[in-house]
């Protein structure tokens, strides 16, 4: 049984209902429903196997769900069901935007580059679909101008501006991983998805992408819902958890109340929920032992 409790917010920008993904005889994703906050940031957790990249890619277009409804909701009110939209429409029109697990740029242009390739959509606009751009025409050579202003701005923003002219792949790993999210900020999202966005981070480039991320609800407004197994970063910075465990919804609330939930604890210490009190005893009672 699925539960029912979701976490209501006053303006969702994302609405999850009832969201079921089958692969096969495997049931990924089963009944589950819920709402990330606009302006917030909303992280997705749950153990190996959850299903959480499966609720992302239903999200952003890469599966089409077997079941369920999938809203945005624009800040202008415009309202997509993403279940029916293609991928490229997801990210164009409804603006939603994702990074992978994976990193995945172009290595061989450099870091400034790749944040032009994200404003690609833009530019073609602006250039007429070519011919304007061929003629010079001062409407795309004001577009390009800005364009490169914008990227610049996002260089800044990830602390990247001192490497804008180096290959991609000559970052250090943690610096990719700013790149993508400067480079999707670059697509102008009102969603924008990570997909765990602090996966194989030193300390210290944790708590920069945490900044990043901080920056980017506070000075642009743009919401996050981000998948992640790195729970400092989790409960550092999101206002709003949600928990999957086999597909199904577990636990929704705030950090705390998360962090809390026996359900939760259970899910994360493999044990059935009437053993959690008996776990947290004998944890309990070793660190005493421990610090004795
Ligand atoms: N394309 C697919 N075909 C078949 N099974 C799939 C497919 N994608 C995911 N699954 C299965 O669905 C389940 C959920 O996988 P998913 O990758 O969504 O979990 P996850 O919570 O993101 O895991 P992790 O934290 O390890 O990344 C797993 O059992 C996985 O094997």
Redesign the pocket.
């Known amino acids: 049984m699925a539960l029912e409790t979701t976490t209501m917010t006053t303006d969702p920008i994302l609405k999850v209902e009832h969201l079921s993904m089958r ?1 096969g005889g ?1 049931m ?1 994703i089963n009944d589950f429903s819920f709402e990330a906050a606009r302006g917030e940031i909303t992280a997705l957790i ?1 153990p ?7 609720v992302f890619n239903c999200i952003t277009g890469f599966y089409k769900p077997t079941m369920g409804m999938i809203t945005m909701r624009q800040r202008s009110g415009s309202e997509f069901l993403l279940e029916r939209l293609p991928d490229f429409e997801i990210a164009k029109r409804a603006k939603v935007a994702r990074t992978f697990q994976n990193i995945r740029m172009f290595s061989g242009l450099t870091v400034l580059e790749n944040l032009l390739v994200a404003q690609h959509n833009k530019l073609m606009q602006a250039s007429g679909f070519t011919i304007l751009g061929l003629l010079g025409f001062p409407a795309y050579r004001q577009a390009s101008k800005e364009s490169i202003e914008f990227a610049k701005h996002w260089l800044e923003m990830a602390s990247l501006i001192d490497r804008a002219d180096d290959p991609a792949g000559d970052l250090p790993y943690g610096a990719q991983r700013r790149l993508e999210i400067a480079r999707a900020m670059c697509t102008g999202p009102e969603l924008l998805c990570l997909d765990e966005p602090a996966a194989g981070l030193n300390p210290r480039e944790s708590l920069a992408l945490n900044g990043l991320l901080q920056t980017i609800r506070g000075e642009t407004g743009t919401s996050i819902l981000l998948i992640e197994h790195d729970m400092s970063v989790v409960m550092e910075i999101s206002d709003h958890v949600v928990v999957l465990e086999y597909g199904q919804k577990i636990s929704d609330g705030n950090p705390d109340y998360v962090k809390n939930d026996p359900k939760v604890i259970a899910a994360y210490l493999g044990v059935e929920d009437e053993e959690v009190e008996e776990v947290i005893e004998e944890i309990e009672a070793e660190q005493g032992g421990m610090t004795q």
């Open positions: 692969f495997l990924a749950g190996n196997g959850a299903g959480k990249t499966t």
